[in-house]
C-alpha cells in the first residue's frame, strides 16, 4: 500500500496558510518568498508562475532560492524528476551563497527527499540526517517527519520511522502547529498500519483528518480519507475500503488533483473483489493520465502486474513486474520489490515455464521475505511449495513440506484471505502424507474463512467474483472426497462451494435513492443513444460515455454492505427427504480435474458414475446448442435427435439407467449451464427443474407463495410478434394485469413485479457477457437492467421470461453465475422460465399459451413446461422452441 500522504511535496516551513501576492511592481520581500513556498499546495501551477516572477525581479540569493525551491517541488510532483533536480541545486547553491545554515538546511530537506522519491534514496537520506543536525525546534521537526517518510513509505523501515515521528509529535505539541501535527499524525496512521497496529492506525487518520477539515486543507484530508479506506482494506472490510476510495478521489478530482497512489490502492481493492478488469482499468488511466515520478511509476507497474495476472495476460505481468523490480531495486524499496518479485515468479509458473530456476528464485524470495517480515511471505512460500512438487527431488520434498509447514502457520491470522491461504497449505501437506480426513477438515475451515469474506460483501457480483478465492480449496476437497468413493461426502463436498452467492441473504439497500438515480440517468442515457442512431446521428461521444455511467452504478453497489450471514449448511439427509417427498431425483454434475461424474440422489440414496471427458461433453453441448438453432431457422428435425442423443451419453453416460422417477433436478457446474436439458431423450418426457445448486433448490422448493396473487404480464416495444401471448393469455386469467406500450415503463414494471406471484416478460433481453449484471430487457423508457431488479424488496414468486436467450448466465469465481435468472433466484424468486437459445417468436407463442394452461390448471413449472414440450413435439419448430426453455429453482 502507497498512502496519499504527500510528505515529499512539503516545504520545509509547514506554519501558517494565509496565501499573500505578489505587488503590482513584481518586487517580493523575504517574507512573501517563505508564504509562497509554504501555501504552494493550495494552487501549484500559480505558485509556479509567480516564483517565476520573482525570479525575473529579484537580485537577493535568499529570495531567489526560495523561488527555485518551490519551482522545484512543482516540478517534481508533476513528475518531471530531472528539471525539478535542477531546480533544487540552484537553490541550494544560492542557499550556500547567503551563508545561512538554516536556509541552506531546509533546502537541503527538499533536496534528500526529492532524491529519495526520484529513486536515489541512500543519497536522499544522507541529506536528511545532514538538516537534521542542522537545524533544530520546528524546523527540525518537519525535517524528521519528512525522513520518517522516507523511512516508512519507500523503505518499509516502520519502527524507525515512528521513532522519529515520536520525536517530532513532542515539538509540534509544544508548539501548537496544526499543519505539521495533522501531516505526522497522517504518517503516523500509515506506519502502525505497518506495525499491524490496525486500531491505533485508524485513530492516527482520523486525528489528521479532523485537523485537515478544521485547516481546510482538501488535498491532505483527501489523503487521510484514502488511508482510512486502507486501514478498512486491511481489516478486511472491503465494502467500507471502496466507499472511503470513492470518497477519496471524488474529493480530488474536485480540486483537479490525480493520485497514482490511490490508484494502487484501489486496483488491490478490486482485485480482492475479483474485478480484474476494473483494477487494469484504473491502472493505465493514472500510468497514462499525467506524468509519474519514479516512486509512483513503479508502485504502478507493480499493481499493473498483479492486475494482468488476474486477467490471464502473463506476458504483460511478467514485463510489468520484471520492469518494477528493476525500478525498486535501483530505488532501494526492498520490501516493494519482493511483491515485483513474486508476481514475477507467479506469472512465470502459471505460464508452465521449467519449475528448476524460478524454485531457485523462489528460494532466495522466501529468505528475504522472511527476513523483511514482509506480508508477500505466505504466498511465496505456497508458490515454492507448488513448484518444489514439480521437480523431481529428495532436497525438493524436503523444501515442500518445510514450506507448507511454514505457510500453515499463518492460519490463525485476522485478514480472512490470509487465514484461508494457511488452512490451503495445511490441507496441501496432508495431501502430501494420504491423510484424506485432515485434507477435508483443512479445507472445510479454510472455506468457512473465505464464507466470513463473502458474507460481509453486499454487491451479488463483488459475492460471486470473490469465490474465486476459494477455487483451490474446493477443488482440493472435492478431488479428495471422490477418491474415497463414498458418494454421500462427495455431494456435500460438491455443494460446499457451488453457489454460494446467491444462497446468501440480500444486503439491505443503504444507497437506494442514490442507486436509483444513477440506474435512472444510465436509462436516459440510452434513450438518447437510441434516438441519435434512429435519427442517422453520430453517437461516438455518446457511446464513450456509456462506460462512465455504468461504472458509477457499480462502484456506488459495491460499497454496499452484506448482512454478515453465511450460507445455510448442506444436509444430504434433507436433500434426500425433500426429494422423496416429490418423488424426485437429483442429478447432480461436476468436473473433477477435467473428467465428468454424476452424483444420482434419490430413493433414500446417493450413487456416483464416472461419465466420461468435460471437454467431449462441451463439444456435444456446443453441437447441440448448433441443432437448435438450425432447426429454428426450419432445418431438418434429424440433427436435432442426433444432437440429444450425444448430449445424453456425453453429460449422463450410465446414470441414466438411475432415472426412475418422473421428476428430475438437474445441477450442473457453472460451465455446463448452457445445456438444453429438454432435448435428451431420457429428460423430454419428464418434468425436470435445474439448479445451479442442490441447496439453492431446496429454499426455492421451500419458498412460500405470497398472499397477493396477482398475476402480471409486461410487454415490451419492438416484438416480431407485438407479445401476441399475453393477449390469450391474459384473457384467460382473470387475476392478470397488463403493462403494455407507453405504460410498461421500468419503475411502473418494478412497482408491478413487487411481491406478485407470477410475472410474464414479453421484452427483448439482451445479455451482457461483459457485465452481466448490466443484461437487460427493452422496456417503453429504456432498458431494465439486473441492477433494477436487485432494488426490490419483495421479489415475484414465480417469473416467465419469453425472450430469446433470457436465461444465458455467465460463470464467475468458482461455480457461480451472474445473469438475470441467476439474479431473481438469489433474491428469493421460487422459480424461473427463460430461453437458452434462439427461439422462434411465432413458436414462442404457442409455446408459452401451453406453459400457463398448466400453471392455471396448478401444474408447478417444470409439468407445465413439460406440457408445453409435448404440445410441440407434433412440429420440428415448435419442439425446438420449446425445448430451449428451462426451469432454474423449483
Not at 299 to 308: G, I
Not at 517 to 541: I, K, N, P, V, Y
Request: net charge neutral; charged share 25%; with cysteine.
Amino acid at each position: 500500500m502507497c498512502p496519499t500522504l504527500a510528505l515529499p511535496r512539503f516545504a520545509g516551513q509547514g506554519i501558517g496558510t494565509a496565501r499573500r501576492g505578489i505587488g503590482k511592481d513584481g518586487i517580493v520581500d523575504r517574507d512573501d518568498a517563505e508564504e509562497l513556498l509554504r501555501t504552494l499546495f493550495a494552487d501549484p501551477a500559480g505558485a509556479r508562475r509567480r516564483a517565476e516572477t520573482v525570479l525575473a525581479t529579484t537580485d537577493d540569493a535568499a529570495v531567489a532560492s526560495l523561488a527555485h525551491q518551490t519551482i522545484g517541488i512543482v516540478l517534481r510532483d508533476l513528475g518531471e524528476t530531472d528539471a525539478s533536480l535542477e531546480q533544487l541545486r540552484e537553490a541550494l547553491r544560492l542557499a550556500k551563497s547567503t551563508g545561512e545554515s538554516e536556509r541552506v538546511a531546509d533546502v537541503r530537506a527538499t533536496w534528500g527527499a526529492s532524491l529519495a522519491t526520484a529513486g536515489r534514496t541512500s543519497e536522499g537520506l544522507v541529506q536528511l540526517d545532514r538538516a537534521i543536525e542542522e537545524l533544530d525546534g520546528v524546523r527540525r521537526a518537519t525535517v524528521l517527519v519528512r525522513r520518517a517518510w522516507v523511512l516508512s513509505v519507500l523503505l518499509s523501515r516502520f519502527e524507525e520511522s515512528v521513532l522519529d515521528l515520536r520525536r517530532a509529535g513532542q515539538v509540534f505539541a509544544e508548539v501548537g502547529d496544526p499543519v505539521w501535527e495533522a501531516r505526522a499524525l497522517n504518517l503516523e496512521g500509515y506506519a502502525r498500519a505497518g506495525l499491524g497496529d490496525l486500531a491505533a492506525a485508524g485513530r492516527a487518520f482520523e486525528a489528521s483528518g479532523a485537523l485537515h477539515e478544521e485547516l481546510g486543507n482538501a488535498f491532505d484530508l483527501a489523503g487521510t480519507i484514502h488511508n482510512l479506506g486502507f486501514v478498512a482494506f486491511l481489516a478486511g472490510d472491503l465494502p467500507l475500503a471502496f466507499s472511503r476510495y470513492a470518497d477519496a478521489a471524488a474529493r480530488l478530482e474536485g480540486i483537479g488533483v490525480t493520485s497514482p497512489d490511490l490508484a494502487v490502492d484501489r486496483c488491490v481493492a478490486y482485485l480482492a473483489g475479483g474485478l480484474a478488469a476494473d483494477a487494469l482499468d484504473v491502472v493505465h488511466q493514472a500510468l497514462t493520465g499525467r506524468p509519474v515520478q519514479a516512486r509512483e511509476r513503479a508502485d504502478l507497474l507493480v499493481a499493473l502486474a498483479e492486475a494482468a495476472l488476474a486477467s490471464g495476460d502473463l506476458a504483460r505481468a511478467c514485463e510489468s513486474a520484471d520492469e518494477a523490480a528493476r525500478m525498486l531495486r535501483s530505488q532501494g524499496r526492498r520490501v516493494r520489490g519482493l511483491r515485483a518479485l513474486l508476481l514475477s515468479i507467479w506469472a512465470r509458473a502459471e505460464d508452465e515455464q521449467p519449475p528448476g530456476p524460478l524454485l531457485v528464485r523462489v528460494e532466495a524470495l522466501v529468505d528475504e521475505a522472511r527476513g523483511e517480515r514482509a506480508p508477500e511471505l505466505v504466498q511465496a512460500l505456497l508458490l515454492g511449495a507448488r513448484l518444489a512438487s514439480r521437480v523431481r527431488s529428495a532436497r525438493a520434498a524436503g523444501l515442500a513440506d518445510a514450506w507448507l509447514a511454514e505457510a500453515a502457520e499463518h492460519r490463525h491470522s485476522a485478514v480472512p484471505t490470509t487465514r484461508a491461504l494457511g488452512w490451503l497449505a495445511l490441507a496441501r501437506r496432508r495431501e502430501r502424507a494420504g491423510n484424506s480426513t485432515g485434507v477435508l477438515r483443512a479445507c472445510g475451515r479454510g472455506l468457512q474463512a473465505l464464507d466470513d469474506h463473502q458474507a460481509s460483501l453486499g454487491s451479488h457480483e463483488l459475492r460471486a467474483l470473490v469465490s474465486g478465492q476459494g477455487a483451490e480449496l474446493a477443488a482440493l476437497a472435492t478431488r479428495t472426497a471422490l477418491d474415497s468413493r463414498r458418494p454421500r461426502s462427495l455431494l456435500r463436498w460438491a455443494e460446499r462451494w457451488r453457489a454460494t452467492a446467491l444462497t446468501l441473504p440480500p444486503a439491505t439497500q443503504d444507497h437506494d435513492a442514490a442507486t436509483g438515480a444513477d440506474l435512472a440517468a444510465l436509462r436516459a442515457h440510452h434513450r438518447r443513444l437510441a434516438q441519435a442512431r434512429a435519427e442517422g446521428e453520430s453517437t461516438e461521444r455518446l457511446e464513450q460515455r456509456t462506460p462512465r455511467l455504468e461504472r458509477a452504478v457499480r462502484e456506488r453497489l459495491i460499497q454496499e454492505r452484506g448482512t454478515g450471514t453465511t450460507s445455510s449448511y448442506f444436509s444430504a439427509d434433507a436433500l434426500l427427504a425433500a426429494l422423496a417427498q416429490d418423488d424426485a431425483v437429483l442429478l447432480e454434475l461436476l468436473e473433477v480435474e477435467g473428467h465428468l461424474h454424476v452424483l444420482v440422489a434419490g430413493h433414500g440414496r446417493v450413487r456416483q458414475h464416472a461419465v466420461g471427458g468435460a471437454s467431449a461433453a462441451r463439444a456435444a453441448v456446443d453441437f447441440a446448442r448448433f441443432a437448435l438453432r438450425q432447426t429454428v431457422r426450419g432445418a431438418s428435425s434429424s440433427r436435432l435427435e442426433m444432437a440429444g442423443a450425444r448430449l445424453e451419453r456425453a453429460l449422463l453416460g450410465p446414470a441414466v439407467r438411475e432415472l426412475r422417477a418422473d421428476r428430475v433436478v438437474v445441477c450442473a457446474p457453472s460451465t455446463l449451464q448452457d445445456v438444453p436439458w429438454g432435448l435428451l431423450p431420457a429428460l423430454a418426457r419428464r418434468a425436470f427443474t435445474t439448479t445451479p445448486s442442490a441447496r439453492l433448490w431446496l429454499r426455492a422448493r421451500g419458498a412460500q407463495g405470497p398472499q397477493d396473487a396477482r398475476r402480471v404480464f409486461l410487454v415490451g416495444p419492438g416484438l416480431a410478434s407485438g407479445g401476441a401471448e399475453v393477449p390469450v393469455v391474459a384473457s384467460q386469467d382473470d387475476r392478470a394485469r397488463i403493462l403494455t406500450g407507453s405504460g410498461a415503463t421500468v419503475e411502473a414494471s418494478l412497482a408491478a413485479l413487487e411481491g406478485a406471484d407470477l410475472v410474464h416478460v414479453a421484452a427483448h433481453g439482451h445479455f451482457r457477457s461483459d457485465s452481466p449484471l448490466f443484461s437487460s430487457l427493452d422496456m417503453a423508457d429504456g432498458p431494465l437492467v439486473v441492477h433494477d431488479l436487485q432494488r426490490l424488496r419483495r421479489p415475484p414468486h414465480r417469473v416467465v421470461l419469453s425472450a430469446c436467450e433470457s436465461g444465458v448466465m455467465q460463470p464467475v469465481g468458482a461455480h457461480e453465475l451472474l445473469g438475470l435468472a441467476s439474479a431473481l433466484l438469489s433474491m428469493g424468486t421460487a422459480g424461473v422460465v427463460s430461453s437458452l437459445a434462439e427461439v422462434d417468436d411465432a413458436a414462442t407463442v404457442e409455446v408459452m399459451v401451453a406453459l400457463h394452461r398448466g400453471l392455471r390448471e396448478g401444474s408447478g413449472l417444470g409439468e407445465a413446461l413439460l406440457a408445453a414440450r409435448d404440445q410441440a413435439a407434433r412440429e420440428p419448430v415448435l419442439a425446438a422452441t420449446a425445448a430451449s426453455f428451462t426451469v432454474l429453482g423449483a
